[in-house]
C-alpha cells in the first residue's frame, strides 16, 4: 500500500455503529468518512473519491445491494465490503455478483475486519498502478509510431 491515508466511506443508518467504528478505523490509518443512508454515500462518493466503502445492507430507502449496484455504475474502481447483521443468503450472492469485494456478518472482529479493507484498498491501488502503466505503454506507442512516419 502506498504511503497515504487509504479514503474510506462507512455506511450503515445506525449511527452509534458508525461513529464508534469510524473512529476506530481512522485510529487505525483511514482517512474515513461516514453516511448514514445509500443516497448521502452515493452524494459523498460524487464529491469525495475513496478507496473502500463498508456498506450495510439493510439500510430504509436505499439498501446496500441498490446502494453497491449504483457505485458499481459510476464508481467502478471502489471496493465495497458489505457487512450484515442479518444472515441472508440471497443477498449475499447478489452482492458477490454484483462485485463486492467481501461480505462480513456483524459483528465482526474488528482486527478481521482491517485486514480485509487493507487488501482491498491494496488491490484497489494495484489495478490503478497497472491501468496507470498500461496507458504510459499506450502514449509511448502512439509517439513512436508518430515518430517513425
Known amino acids: 500500500m502506498s504511503q497515504d491515508k487509504p479514503n474510506l466511506l462507512l455506511v450503515d443508518d445506525e449511527e452509534r455503529f458508525r461513529t464508534t467504528l469510524g473512529k476506530r478505523l481512522a485510529e487505525s490509518g483511514f482517512e474515513v468518512r461516514t453516511a448514514g443512508s445509500g443516497l448521502d454515500a452515493l452524494d459523498l ?40 447483521g442479518d444472515a441472508d443468503v440471497p443477498s449475499a450472492i447478489e452482492g458477490m455478483r454484483l462485485g463486492a469485494f467481501d461480505y462480513l456478518m456483524k459483528p465482526h472482529e474488528f482486527e478481521s475486519l482491517l485486514e480485509k479493507l487493507r487488501q482491498a484498498v491494496d488491490l484497489k491501488r494495484q489495478r490503478e498502478e497497472r491501468l496507470r502503466q498500461a496507458e504510459e505503454r499506450a502514449q509511448l506507442d502512439r509517439l513512436e509510431k508518430s515518430i517513425r512516419f
Open 45 to 84: 462518493l460524487a464529491k469525495h473519491p475513496c478507496d473502500a466503502v463498508v456498506l450495510d445492507i439493510r439500510m430504509p430507502g436505499l439498501s446496500g445491494i441498490e446502494t453497491l449496484a449504483e457505485i458499481r455504475k459510476k464508481h467502478i474502481g471502489v471496493e465495497v465490503i458489505l457487512l450484515t
